[in-house]
């Protein structure tokens, strides 16, 4: 089945220890984003990458790190999490520039 | 102004009845749109995609795209109670950029 695959679904935390989200796709999709939605904010894009070790900053980057090493993988990386990153957090994945977003289920992230 | 704006509702439509939701954008060289739904506390799913000025049916959906007017909507017929939900909004700006999100509009059908 195709699908973007995200782990782990919830997670608790306290700040400043550092976390990774996992996100991988088996639809060979060269283009990956994260995005974050708040309630009345909706969401908002954290970073992108168009293919493999080409990685770009979205709308809020700050606090966040991703890589793509391999095509497949994009994970998210929060090096000293705070309070204001919780939020949920969605892994999206598409051909190319022009198609549309296909999500994975999402993570929760609470950060106390 | 806003990227992407929405009226966040709720819009509330009885069981059967048309369901109108309209989207606005700021940037007119914008070439792509997209329609998502959002149950709660689930992932956005893609309802329909339209690129070109007119109207774009699959099933009880229809969009609607006027560039001119920097306007799209999303047209439900015969909506249902399962159609409860958030519908998204988003606009891509030119090729190769981020796709924008509306806030989203919540709908609510009673039976």
């Known amino acids: 089945e195709a699908q973007v695959t995200q782990n782990p679904r919830y997670l608790i935390t306290v700040t400043g220890k550092k976390l990774t989200v996992t996100c991988s796709q088996n639809?060979?999709?060269?283009?990956m984003s994260w995005y974050r939605q708040d309630p009345g904010l909706g969401l908002r894009q954290i970073y992108y990458?168009?293919?493999?070790?080409?990685?770009d900053k979205g709308d809020v980057p700050e606090g966040y790190k991703v890589s793509r090493k391999e095509k497949r993988n994009f994970p998210l990386i929060l090096e000293s999490p705070s309070p204001n990153q919780t939020s949920l957090y969605f892994c999206?994945?598409?051909?190319?520039?022009?198609?549309?977003?296909?999500f994975g289920n999402g993570t929760r992230l609470t950060v106390t | 102004q806003k990227e992407v704006e929405q009226n966040s509702g709720p819009l509330s439509v009885p069981e059967g009845a048309i369901a109108s939701l309209n989207c606005t954008y700021s940037?007119?060289?914008?070439?792509?749109f997209f329609w998502y739904r959002q149950y709660s506390g689930k992932s956005p799913e893609l309802i329909m995609s339209?690129?070109?000025?007119g109207d774009k049916e699959d099933g009880r959906f229809t969009a609607q795209l006027n560039k001119a007017s920097q306007y799209v909507s999303l047209l439900i017929r015969d909506s249902q109670p399962s159609d409860s939900a958030t519908y998204l909004c988003?606009?891509?700006?030119?090729?190769?950029?981020?796709?924008?999100f509306g806030k989203g509009t919540t709908l609510s059908v009673s039976s």
């Open positions: 639809m060979n999709h060269e283009y």
């Open positions: 990458s168009m293919n493999v070790e080409v990685t």
């Open positions: 940037d007119r060289v914008s070439q792509s």
């Open positions: 339209i690129y070109s000025n």
């Open positions: 999206a994945s598409t051909w190319d520039r022009n198609s549309p977003l296909h």
């Open positions: 988003a606009v891509r700006k030119q090729a190769g950029t981020a796709l924008i």
